[in-house]
Each structure stands twice: as structure tokens, then as C-alpha cells.
């Protein structure tokens, strides 16, 4: 039941990213729901594990999503 419940949420997350929704807003929907779904307690498996993984993967890769942002905005103002 664990692996089934995490393929739906991807399969959903898949279909609602495709939609136009917010992947920003529907993810940790959707790992709420793979948790619950999982038997995992609710509170703990959101704050321990979905948001401690946001965390880590937000601090390694920030410097390379602000310099994209600042790139892609000089190339806008320039015309490039």
C-alpha cells in the first residue's frame, strides 16, 4: 500500500502540474496525502520528513535558482 500511495500522489502531482497549479502549492498537498494514505501519523511525517527535505534541497540549490533569476532578468533588461 506504501508504493501505490506514493505513485498516486506523483501521478496526481503530474496531472495538476500539467493542469497549470502551482507545484509550490499542490506538493506538499500531496505528500500530506502519500503520508496519510501510508499509515504514517500526520504532524510528525509533515514536519520531520517533507519539510526537513525541503529544507536541505532549498539551502544546496538557492544560490543556483538566484543566480538564474538574476541572469534571466539582465538578459530581459538588456534585450539579449
Keep these: 500500500m506504501d508504493v501505490i500511495s506514493i505513485i498516486l500522489s506523483l501521478v496526481l502531482l503530474m496531472t495538476f502540474a500539467y493542469r497549470g497549479f502551482s ?19 500526520i504532524m510528525p511525517s509533515y514536519t520531520e520528513l517533507f519539510m526537513g527535505k525541503a529544507v536541505v534541497y532549498i539551502k544546496s540549490f538557492f544560490p543556483v535558482f538566484l543566480l538564474g533569476a538574476i541572469f534571466g532578468k539582465v538578459m530581459e533588461d538588456t534585450g539579449l
Design 23 to 41: 507545484v509550490i502549492v499542490v506538493a506538499p498537498i500531496f505528500a500530506l496525502c502519500a503520508a496519510v494514505l501510508s499509515g504514517l501519523p
